[in-house]
């Protein structure tokens, strides 16, 4: 409302003298950035103080449809395969840097961010790594990190210094591998440091998948970054696959997650982000992702796996968001929604923002009370959603002014509004709920409100 008048105002008078014209000029020009939302998924977490990234494969960046997809819409690029070991030393000591450094200098000609995957991993690794020594088997690790962190040194944002070094399931132990079973535990501390020395400007990271909940695996990487900390080893991030699907849905406590690791004192980033799926049911997991990392404050950016269902590596999951037709996908709209963009262009429609907040209005010995307030940004509001987390084995028992649905652990509690969805303008409304601890006292988790 305030928005909209401002611009007519402006309209209306922007015509008598130049200097007056001048002066409006500005004045403009300082209000454009709340006045509307932006329309790309890059320039909309840029407003968010994140970036948006794909993974890009060099031998695609010739097809125009994919070029200006990657273009328009992203500001950051993982290169897919072009920096594995197996891409980059074939064979010892001799670099094949060519593929990698087209998408680079693609990316940095646009004033894209670049993410480095990845230096130390147990796949795609040549041969010859494998059938070292331990002793030649160290020196050649610590070169190949030298060598091709120094070769772009200043030009990678963050590198994923070791991917999947942990093992899946309950063990939380490492992953067997030929760094693992002949150097040890400690072959990550030490890709780290040969890594800082080699570019001290990158942020440094772990990067693993089946991560993305609070579980055995993700506990134990948990510990190793949370003994790094405490031992000066530097790392900068952990980056979270997050490849979903139905088996491996979002878990109900992925934003928790984040935040545990972020209060280790590192960033957490979103790096490898694919859903299979379609439609609504697809476009609100992505929802989910982007509001948790939206939620935590060092969330600093999300990648997902690629530009295209066409070419994803789970291709017939259709996980992405676009389809094979660079045509936007419901979870485009999801996604450029949740970051706080609108698709309806620049148009002066005003930002669609609403901001939720929580509190605990009333406790028992068994049961607690908890209100959210959703109160609408500059604009008004035809609607919007909340997500609140509650943590196992607590279980909402009652819901007040509001529709809720949950998924399919009954965690996650997806509310919209009953009948109190419209609200002018910096007006509020708000809706409530019982949580039975059964135990349990923590403090629901509560995403970013989206408003429609
Ligand atoms: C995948 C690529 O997308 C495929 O093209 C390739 O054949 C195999 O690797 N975790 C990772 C990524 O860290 O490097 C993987 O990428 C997907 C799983």
């Not at 070029?67 to 328009?72: F, G, I, K, Y």
Request: proline share 3%; hydrophobic share 35%.
């Amino acid at each position: 409302m305030i928005g909209t008048s401002q611009n007519r105002g402006l309209l209306a008078v922007a015509r008598p003298t130049a200097l007056l014209a001048a002066t409006l000029v500005v004045a403009v020009l300082a209000s454009a950035p709340s006045a509307s939302a932006a329309t790309t998924l890059g320039a909309s977490a840029a407003e968010k103080g994140r970036y948006f990234g794909t993974a890009v494969a060099a031998n695609h960046l010739g097809e125009s449809g994919y070029a200006s997809t990657l273009n328009q819409e992203f500001n950051s690029v993982t290169p897919e395969n072009e920096m594995k070991w197996d891409a980059l030393e074939p064979s010892r000591n001799s670099f094949n840097y060519g593929a990698a450094d087209q998408i680079v200098s693609h990316a940095q000609g646009r004033g894209m961010k670049i993410r480095g995957h990845t230096l130390v991993w147990h796949s795609q690794l040549p041969g010859w790594v494998g059938s070292l020594a331990a002793a030649d088997l160290r020196t050649a690790m610590n070169n190949h990190i030298t060598q091709v962190a120094q070769h772009y040194k200043g030009k990678i944002h963050s590198w994923d210094v070791v991917n999947e070094a942990f093992q899946d399931g309950s063990s939380g132990a490492r992953r067997s591998s030929p760094f693992q079973d002949k150097l040890g535990n400690g072959f990550i501390e030490e890709a780290f440091r040969t890594a800082r020395a080699a570019d001290p400007a990158a942020k440094l990271c772990y990067n693993d998948y089946n991560t993305d909940g609070q579980n055995a695996k993700s506990n134990a990487v948990y510990a190793m970054v949370s003994d790094f900390k405490a031992r000066g080893v530097p790392i900068d991030c952990v980056g979270f696959q997050s490849h979903f699907n139905a088996q491996s849905p979002v878990p109900s406590d992925y934003q928790q997650n984040l935040q545990r690791f972020a209060n280790l004192g590192v960033d957490v980033q979103i790096t490898e982000l694919d859903i299979e799926g379609s439609g609504t049911a697809q476009a609100d997991s992505y929802r989910r992702v982007v509001q948790a990392c939206l939620a935590v404050s060092r969330c600093t950016g999300i990648t997902v796996w690629g530009v295209t269902d066409k070419y994803s590596w789970r291709a017939s999951g259709t996980p992405l968001l676009f389809d094979g037709n660079y045509a936007k996908k419901a979870a485009y709209t999801s996604v450029l929604t949740a970051l706080g963009g609108s698709s309806s262009g620049g148009g002066g429609g005003g930002s669609q923002a609403c901001t939720a907040t929580y509190s605990e209005t009333e406790r028992w010995g068994d049961r607690f009370n908890g209100k959210v307030t959703v109160t609408a940004g500059s604009s008004a509001i035809t609607g919007w959603t909340v997500d609140v987390t509650v943590r196992a084995p607590q279980k909402v028992s009652t819901t007040w002014n509001g529709t809720p649905a949950w998924d399919s652990g009954g965690n996650v509690m997806t509310m919209k509004p009953n009948g109190n969805g419209t609200l002018a303008a910096g007006a509020a409304t708000s809706f409530g709920f019982t949580v039975m601890a059964n135990g349990e006292w923590s403090t629901p988790t509560v995403g970013a409100c989206t408003a429609s």
